[in-house]
């Protein structure tokens, strides 16, 4: 039986595309579609990215960086 990925919504998440995570992925706003999702190989990495970039230094992701120009909201 395939294993099933349970969201939840972390209210402590400083980035404003942020969605919603499990385990190992990463729910973001869509740049195509309702999410975008970072899948990580284990979950101490989806930790270390998460607080990189989800609780930290947000402008430097890549996927902030483009959504910030799909929503016309960079100079």
């Not at 919603?20 to 706003?29: H, R, V």
């Not at 930790?47 to 910030?68: Q, R, S, V």
Request: glycine fraction near 6%.
């Amino acid at each position: 039986m395939p294993s099933v990925n349970t969201y939840q919504r972390d209210p402590y998440v400083k980035c404003k595309y942020y969605r919603k995570e499990s385990s190992t992925d990463i729910k973001c706003l869509g740049v195509c579609g309702t999410h975008t999702i970072n899948t990580f190989v284990t979950k101490a990495d989806k930790k270390e990215y998460k607080a990189d970039f989800c609780n930290g230094y947000m402008w430097n992701c890549p996927l902030y960086i483009a959504l910030e120009v799909d929503h016309g909201e960079t100079e």
